[in-house]
């Protein structure tokens, strides 16, 4: 239990904070200009670092996971996306992880039953939450580009009617409001509710989740229930966007506080298991293409080994084989 409620409650210190620094220690322009700025810069660096950390370890061999024919003789039908041969055919299969979480998708769990009797069942329910998760996440981030340029870029605004499609509440309701809060219970619910699970998690597996979800809670409180005027956060991005490291004007202390869980988020994501959102690109058993037949892959570290051809080998040492009566192939 304390793997659950220690992340739970750093959450809810990480809310109390801003409110604290805002409301009564008078710190706006520490967590509305220097605590962003900050946490901008450590996830822009800490994020590279990482991937060029990743990108400059040798993959000396071909270890792509393959699931279908790979290519051969030109009368066997190839499996472009389950076997990649060319470039072209990873990237295809690296984009289906990437948009359609297609492993998770053919996710099993396996069950021991009494008997004992070993039954496999398809968890599709966990890529729906995973993909509904991801997908309003990226919708919601996407719609707030519209706080970032002076004029609302056109796929904000496409998403934003999209996404208001009913329209019947003042302000309109989003649907990746309520469908980002539903995937996040179900993904905590299932991590609490299978015993084996449970005893996996770890807590770096909830406050992810707990960040997220107080940031998404911070942000519909500010805009369905404190309505909070978002022309000032406008205008104060827009300044900073202009190197301008002033305060700008006054904002509701909700704002602060999603504000401030967005950094915390920022800083923590190159430190941790989200980093797979990078990582998954360069994932070998993903991106390489099954060409080991065709393709001589060396080993870049091998001593560089001077080899002998049988015809050398015989050359040197035929006396000595004819008198240990062994065959040559030339007298
Ligand atoms: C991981 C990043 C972020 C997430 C997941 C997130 C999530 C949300 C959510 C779920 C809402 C509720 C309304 C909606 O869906 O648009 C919201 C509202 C809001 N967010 Fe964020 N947010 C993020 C980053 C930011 C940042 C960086 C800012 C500004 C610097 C910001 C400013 C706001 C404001 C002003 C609102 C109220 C919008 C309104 O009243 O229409 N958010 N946020």
Redesign the pocket.
């Known amino acids: 239990m304390k793997k659950v409620v220690m992340p739970l409650l750093l959450t809810a210190i990480l809310c109390i904070i801003p409110y604290i620094g805002v409301q009564y220690a008078g710190l706006g322009y520490l967590f509305a200009v220097v605590i962003?700025c900050a946490s901008l810069v450590i996830l822009v660096a800490g994020f590279l670092v990482r991937l060029v950390i990743w990108l400059i370890r040798p993959v000396p061999f071909r270890i792509p996971t393959t699931c279908g024919q790979e290519k051969s003789l030109d009368w066997i039908k190839q499996d472009k996306l389950e076997s990649p041969y060319h470039f072209w055919e990873a990237a295809a299969r690296v984009m289906g992880e990437v948009l359609l979480f297609r492993s998770l998708f053919r996710n099993t769990k396996a069950e021991l039953y009494a008997g004992p009797k070993l039954a496999y069942g398809s968890t599709k329910w966990l890529w729906l939450a995973g993909m509904t998760f991801h997908w309003s996440?990226l919708i919601?981030?996407i719609?707030?580009s519209k706080?970032f340029f002076s004029t609302v870029p056109p796929i904000a605004d496409l998403l934003d009617n999209m996404d208001r499609f009913f329209d019947v509440t003042l302000?309109a309701f989003?649907m990746?409001?309520a469908l980002?809060l539903a995937a996040i219970s179900i993904l905590v619910i299932r991590r609490l509710r299978d015993p084996k699970l449970r005893l996996i998690s770890l807590p770096t597996d909830f406050f992810p989740l707990f960040l997220?979800l107080a940031?998404?809670l911070a942000?519909?409180s500010?805009?369905y229930v404190t309505?909070?005027n978002?022309l000032p956060?406008h205008d104060q991005?827009l300044t900073l966007m202009d190197y301008s490291f002033i305060l700008s004007g006054e904002i509701g202390v909700l704002?602060y506080v999603?504000?401030f869980l967005?950094c915390v988020?920022a800083i923590y994501f190159p430190f941790s298991k989200l980093m797979h959102a990078g990582g998954i690109f360069l994932s070998p058993t993903r991106n390489l293409c099954n060409n080991s037949r065709a393709k001589r892959h060396s080993n870049p570290w091998n001593p560089d080994m001077k080899f002998k051809s049988y015809t050398e080998y015989e050359n040197d040492y035929r006396d000595k084989m004819k008198k240990a009566g062994l065959p040559v192939e030339k007298e």
């Open positions: 962003p996440l919601i981030v719609r707030h706080f302000p989003y990746t409001d980002v997220i940031i998404a942000g519909m500010m805009r309505k909070i978002v956060v991005i704002f999603h504000l967005v988020l």
